[in-house]
């Protein structure tokens, strides 16, 4: 399975914007699905956006128009950038990369995203 590492979380104000990065140890060419998912407390685990191996996207509602999935291969990185925070979208924010079935493959262990005044 391939090691993912997610970076890039924090504490920001309501309105801002971050950026998280997601760090795969093998090419990430060959994985159909590279994915955002976030867990908020008390809350089960939600799919924020996608990408596939041929660049189509998808986001949950609550986040699209807000964040931007893109994924550079030659990198092996898979990007979310998340502009005009709310505090609702305060998670533990986990990587995800699957080769055919999307929540079926390799996790990362999550990076945190505070948005709060």
């Known amino acids: 399975q391939v090691q993912i590492v997610e970076s890039g979380g924090g504490l920001v104000q309501p309105g801002g914007s971050l950026r998280l990065s997601c760090a795969a140890s093998k090419i990430i060419c060959s994985y159909y699905y590279m994915a955002w998912y976030r867990r908020a407390p008390g809350k089960q685990r939600e799919l924020v956006a996608y990408?596939?191996?041929?660049?189509?996207?998808n986001y949950a509602d609550s986040v699209k128009g807000r964040f931007t999935i893109s994924r550079d291969n030659a990198k092996n990185t898979v990007y979310l950038q998340m502009n005009s925070l709310k505090p609702e979208d305060t998670a533990v924010y986990y990587c995800?990369?699957?080769?055919?079935?999307?929540?079926?493959?390799?996790w990362g262990q999550g990076t945190q995203v505070t948005v709060s005044s």
């Open positions: 995800h990369a699957s080769t055919g079935v999307l929540g079926v493959g390799s």
């Open positions: 990408i596939t191996s041929d660049r189509n996207t």
